[in-house]
């Protein structure tokens, strides 16, 4: 039988994270009044310090700069079809059949 992963909210982490910074208080001693691992505290303030704004997004969620990508990519497809649809009707009207 697996062991479910635990799930951690943005204020469970960024709670974690303040309690970490506290004078006196070291990340192995927050990560076991928690119950949690010492590697994932150190990962969430990697991940925070990097990109604080959009830190902890969660599951599926993207970063802006990704949605953007994405949509990006989206009208590259549709424009390029567009053209190849106005190459085809230009073709069509150059060779006189109409």
């Known amino acids: 039988m697996s062991k479910k992963r635990r799930q951690f909210t ?4 960024l709670e974690a994270l303040r309690l970490a910074e506290q004078e006196g208080m ?3 001693k927050a990560a076991e009044q928690l119950a949690i691992n010492r590697g994932d505290l150190y990962r ?3 991940e925070f310090e990097n990109e ?3 830190s902890f997004r969660g599951n ?3 970063t802006p ?6 949509r990006l990519e989206r009208e590259n497809v ?3 079809a567009q053209i190849q649809f106005l190459r085809k009707v230009a073709g069509y009207f150059a060779s ?3």
């Open 26 to 28: 070291t990340a192995t």
């Open 10 to 13: 943005r204020e469970f982490k």
């Open 96 to 98: 006189g059949k109409n």
């Open 60 to 62: 599926g969620k993207r």
């Open 52 to 54: 604080p704004d959009s």
């Open 65 to 70: 700069d990704d949605e953007r990508v994405t």
């Open 78 to 80: 549709k424009l390029r």
């Open 44 to 46: 969430w303030k990697r």
